[in-house]
Structure formats: structure tokens, C-alpha cells
């Protein structure tokens, strides 16, 4: 059975993992789920979607995420986690700044996201999970580039499809690396 990614609001109010996380995680694994999918977890610290959901970059604690996949694969599953970045979604309350969405992101701000990317998706490696998985749905910032109407760019990354899949192309080909 898999387990679909499911925010489990377990994190942190700073985005930090939590030992009640990787319980969550190490549960699905003992109740026979084959493969857990983690709920999404930020590439931005400063554009979560709300205080449960974890971050994962340079201040993620390494033990407590090799922990989770370490559990999980000794219960015999498989362990992928998803990543995100909550764009226009993201808290401004909690993160203390409203984020822009593909409209104001500049050639900078997206190389940046690039870098956070691939980052996020070397420590998930680095700790043991057997894949990850990118959020591109629901109105975070990649499924926006993807949205004609929330995307009406007229440069390379708006426009005609093959332009607005360019930006969430970049990202899995960053994350591949």
C-alpha cells in the first residue's frame, strides 16, 4: 500500500522535525504501508504554509531525518519525500514576509530556488530516502507557473505551455542532479 503525501502538521513552529514526525512516519511503516510519502515539506523555511510543516535545508536537524528513513526501512517500507515551496500559499504571518509568485519572481530569485531545491533533495538522499517526490499541484509556486491564469508572464518562463512548464522543468532537472 502507499500512502499518498498528507501534511501531518507535526513539525516544529520554526520548520524543524520532530521526533512525533518521524513516529508518524516509522506508525505508517509498522501498519504494512509499503511506501509513505511525507507530507511536503518546505525548501524555503520562509515560505511554509503553516507552523506543522517542516523545512528542509541547512538548519534541518540530519539525525532526526536519516532517523525517519532509517525507521522506516526497518520496519520494511520505503520511504519519498515530497518537496514544496508554498508561493503565494505561504503564511505571511508565519513567515513574517508575503512571497511573490511566478509574476515577481526575477532571474536571481529563481536561481535561488534552484540552489534550495537541489539542496533539499541531497540531504533527503544523503539520509537514506528512496526518492523524492516535487509538489507541483494545488497552488503552491510550481503548480502557479504551470497556471495560465496565474502566470501571464511575456517572457520565457509565461505564455505557451512549453514556457510555463520551464521554471518546474528547471526544478526537477536541479533535483535530478
Known sequence: ???????????????????????????????QVGLVITGHYAVDALARVDAGQPSLDERTDRTLLKAAADRVHAKGGK???????????????????????????????????????????????????DGVQVHMAHGYLLSSFLNPKENTRTDRYGGNVENRFRFPGEVLRAVRE
Open 1 to 31: 500500500t502507499v500512502r499518498s503525501a498528507t501534511n501531518e502538521h507535526l513539525a516544529g513552529r520554526d520548520g524543524a522535525i520532530t521526533e512525533a514526525l518521524v513516529e508518524c512516519y516509522e506508525e505508517l511503516a509498522a501498519h
Open 79 to 129: 520511504v519519498v519525500i515530497q518537496l514544496n515551496h508554498g508561493g503565494l500559499k505561504a503564511s505571511e504571518k508565519l513567515n513574517g514576509r508575503p512571497f511573490r509568485g511566478p509574476m515577481e519572481l526575477t532571474a536571481e530569485d529563481r536561481a535561488d530556488l534552484l540552489k534550495r531545491y537541489r539542496f533539499a533533495a541531497r540531504l533527503a538522499r544523503e539520509a537514506g530516502f
